[in-house]
């Protein structure tokens, strides 16, 4: 699934599903970073209202998301815990190229962006395949989707600001690159712990 190297352990959905209310506030956060991940991005790319409109819809989706988890958490009689820091997402963060060309930091940035999507659409794929809970293994389903439609339109972005065929070379490196950050991670319970 989008070329990932090394996919994850079927056995991270029992860690999961041993702490549910944990993963469930994690995955809140992870929509809301999203979101703002988005935005971002938006803020970069004023001149091309086509993508800005994408991403916004991208943002609101993602918003839309974190509403959802929320909603399960609240009707669960969960406690909605306080955002976490993800060790994974700042570990990709530190492979963004910096100080180039402008258009270089906002193609990397959009493959950033697919990374954490395909990352997050394969978790998605394991629960829904090991876990019991049956709303959750539709809920995620549903979002297995969506994650991979963003991961979809980031690429395509990504291809479209700059060059294709060094975009692909970049993606590969970045396939690379959480290849060897993903092997520390999937023995906690959260979206990508």
Avoid at 134 to 160: C, D, P, V
Wanted: aromatic share 10%; net charge negative; hydrophobic share 40%.
């Amino acid at each position: 699934m989008f070329k990932l190297k090394l996919p994850t352990d079927p056995r991270w959905a029992n860690i999961a599903e041993d702490n549910i209310q944990e993963i469930l506030t994690d995955h809140a956060w992870c929509e809301q970073k999203a979101a703002t991940n988005a935005i971002g991005l938006i803020t970069m790319l004023p001149e091309r209202p086509d993508i800005v409109t994408e991403l916004l819809a991208i943002a609101q989706e993602e918003l839309e998301h974190f509403g959802q988890v929320l909603e399960i958490i609240k009707k669960r009689g969960y406690k909605f815990g306080r955002t976490r820091k993800d060790d994974y997402v700042n570990e990709l963060v530190n492979f963004i190229q910096k100080g180039g060309h402008r258009d270089t930091l906002i193609v990397d940035k959009m493959l950033f962006a697919a990374m954490i999507e395909a990352r997050s659409c394969e978790r998605f794929k394991v629960l829904t395949e090991n876990i019991k809970d049956e709303e959750l293994k539709t809920f995620y389903k549903e979002l297995m989707i969506s994650e991979a439609n963003h991961y979809t339109t980031f690429i395509g972005f990504a291809r479209e600001l700059g060059n294709p065929e060094q975009v692909n070379k970049r993606w590969e490196e970045w396939l690379e690159y959480e290849a060897k950050i993903i092997k520390s991670y999937g023995n906690k319970e959260t979206i990508h712990g």
